[in-house]
């Protein structure tokens, strides 16, 4: 197992309600995936440095995850299509 950061920037529109969905939809994956996620840090809502599908803003999610090395491959199929998150970044922690 490794660990990883994932960085979602979630689509600004988003109700609460639907935030928390989205998050729990992620989490749900990662734990399909093998792993386990150790901290979920939600930074709140805050200015994109450009423009990103006509937004200025989004709201960001920190997760600190430990995933299999083959489960980032399907962690990253799944988040490429989902459509409420504008950006996101898996990076490993050493």
């Keep these: 197992m490794h660990k990883y950061e994932l960085v979602c920037i979630i689509h600004p529109d988003q109700d609460e309600a639907a935030f928390n969905a989205i998050i729990e939809k992620v989490k749900g994956w990662i734990v399909e995936a093998s792993g386990t996620v150790d901290k979920v840090d ?3 809502r805050k200015r994109l440095a450009y423009p990103i599908h006509k937004q ?7 997760f600190n995850i430990s995933l299999p090395p083959a489960g980032s ?5 799944n988040l490429r299509f989902l459509e409420s998150v504008i950006r996101y970044m898996i990076t490993v922690v050493d």
Excluded at 56 to 62: H, I, N, T
């Design 42 to 44: 939600i930074w709140g």
């Design 56 to 62: 200025a803003e989004g709201q960001f999610v920190l």
């Design 73 to 77: 491959k399907s962690l990253d199929h």
